[in-house]
């Protein structure tokens, strides 16, 4: 069994600045990627951030040099740093992460945390 729990959203004034983290736990051999994903109200999910166990970062369009990603591996965590949120960024957020649960599985499966809600006010 494997739990990713996101924490650190909340409300913040348009130009503010929100830390997002996201741990992994329980059944964890290996991690690969990681990834930062939103949901605005009536719309569908889009990829924010991503990160690959290796440290390569790729972002959407429309955070880059706003948001940043980074991740612990030690702790299985992954962050997104976010500045100069705009109220467009106002939604649910979403980490994700490719798992590894044991030595015998040799596949990466796909982990969703429950999310976490992000409000920009204008």
């Known amino acids: 069994q494997v739990q990713l729990v996101e924490s650190g959203g909340g409300l913040v004034q348009a130009g503010g600045s929100l830390r997002l983290s996201c741990a992994a736990s329980?059944?964890?051999?290996?991690?690969?990627?990681m990834a930062w994903y939103r949901q605005a109200p009536g719309k569908q999910r889009e990829l924010v951030a991503t990160?690959?166990?290796?440290?390569?970062?790729n972002y959407a369009d429309f955070v880059k040099g706003r948001f940043t990603i980074s991740r612990d591996n030690a702790k299985n965590t992954v962050f997104l740093q976010m500045n100069r949120l705009e109220p467009d960024d106002t939604g649910t957020y979403y980490c994700?992460?490719?798992?590894?649960?044991?030595?015998?599985?040799?596949?990466?499966?796909?982990?969703w945390g429950p999310g976490t809600q992000v409000t920009v006010s204008s």
């Open positions: 994700s992460a490719l798992i590894r649960t044991s030595r015998i599985v040799q596949s990466f499966n796909l982990f």
């Open positions: 990160v690959t166990s290796s440290g390569s970062l």
């Open positions: 329980g059944s964890i051999f290996s991690v690969g990627s």
